[in-house]
Nanobody
Framework: QVQLVESGGALVQPGGSLRLSCAASGIIFSFYSMGWYRQAPGKERELVARITVSGTTNYADSVKDRFTISRDNAKKTVYLQMNSLRPDDTAVYYC??????????????WGQGTQVTVSS
């Protein structure tokens, strides 16, 4: 049974900071690329940040230099440190785990989401 459980979402003022956590179970965590996605009402889900098994990171242009993704394989947890938050960062943030073992086989899992609201 695979579970990804996000936490840390909150109401925060513009310019503030927040750290999201995603705890995984039921997978060999170190084998998976981990990502954070977000979805605002009426909009498509979009990639925020990813971190590979080797620690390489990728960020959406809109969050580059403000957000940092990291992982702790011993704790089977991925984090998203969010600084200088803006109202347009408001969304439900989802954790994703992805593993491709061959051209034909992929494992892809999602958490339930955590709400981040940036407002004064």
């Amino acid at each position: 049974q695979v579970q990804l459980v996000e936490s840390g979402g909150a109401l925060v003022q513009p310019g503030g900071s927040l750290r999201l956590s995603c705890a995984a179970s039921g997978i060999i965590f170190s084998f998976y690329s981990m990502g954070w996605y977000r979805q605002a009402p009426g909009k498509e889900r979009e990639l925020v940040a990813r971190i590979t098994v080797s620690g390489t990171t990728n960020y959406a242009d809109s969050v580059k230099d403000r957000f940092t993704i990291s992982r702790d394989n011993a704790k089977k947890t991925v984090y998203l440190q969010m600084n200088s938050l803006r109202p347009d960062d408001t969304a439900v943030y989802y954790c994703n785990a992805n593993l491709r073992t061959s051209r034909e086989k992929e494992y892809d899992y999602w958490g339930q989401g955590t709400q981040v609201t940036v407002s004064s």
